[in-house]
């Protein structure tokens, strides 16, 4: 039996991060494999690579759904049920239940296109322009119930050039996402950097 982690990938959109992780389990050395994707709307791009790529997909609409607990308890049941270890929230752009964020703690990380501190939230390229910032970034984090908020496993800073817009900026963030992502994955399946040793 193999002994890489199995992985959900959470995604609400076009899926480029879910796409790297993919491509980078593929290696036979990866600690981690994906077994599942899921979506908070059907049209998520991003089902459809994931379909693509032979990997089981389910979507869990908050209005199917009495309430955001009741939502997050359906997502956690197909978790068990693909027997999931690390839950990889990529472009999940829905904050899940204090419930969900508890079970899940130190198997659960998020990719956000800031250097954290800075920038929680959202349009972070328009504000990291708009605050004339020489750098900028991307981080991945353990997920807590506080927004962009857990512990740091790593982050990769690129540079604010003259000229930059949102759109450009956010490409080469993207590029840096796509490398940091499956490195920081890599840590945590393999037991290099745990939510214990981070946290204060
Ligand atoms: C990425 O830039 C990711 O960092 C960001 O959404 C984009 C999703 O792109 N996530 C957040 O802003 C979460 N706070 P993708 O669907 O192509 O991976």
């Known amino acids: 039996m193999s002994d890489k982690k199995r992985v959900a990938v959470l995604i609400s959109g076009r899926g480029s991060n879910m796409s790297a992780l993919i491509e980078a389990a593929r290696a036979s050395d990866y600690p981690a494999e994906i077994v599942g994707v899921i979506a908070n709307k059907p049209g998520a791009e991003g089902l459809v690579t994931a379909g693509h790529n032979n990997i089981p997909t389910a979507v869990f609409s908050l209005k199917n759904y009495a309430d955001k607990a009741a939502t997050d308890a359906a997502i956690d049941g197909q978790l068990q049920a693909w027997n999931v270890?690390?839950?990889?929230?990529?472009g999940f752009?829905?904050?899940?239940?204090?419930?969900?964020?508890a079970k899940w703690e130190g198997k659960a990380i998020n990719i956000h296109p800031s250097l954290l501190p800075a920038f929680k939230g959202l349009d972070t390229h328009a504000r990291a322009l708009d605050e004339d910032v020489s750098e900028h970034g991307c981080t991945v984090h353990f997920v807590t119930a506080d927004m962009d908020d857990g512990p740091i496993i790593g982050q990769v800073a690129v540079p604010v050039e003259f000229g930059d817009t949102p759109g450009i900026l956010a490409e080469r963030v993207l590029?840096?996402?796509?490398k940091l992502y499956p490195w920081a994955l890599a840590q945590v399946a393999s037991g290099a950097i745990t939510f214990e040793d981070l946290k204060d």
Do not use: G, N, T, Y
């Open 93 to 101: 752009m829905r904050l899940l239940s204090a419930e969900f964020c």
């Open 85 to 90: 270890d690390i839950v990889c929230l990529a």
């Open 175 to 178: 590029k840096a996402e796509h």
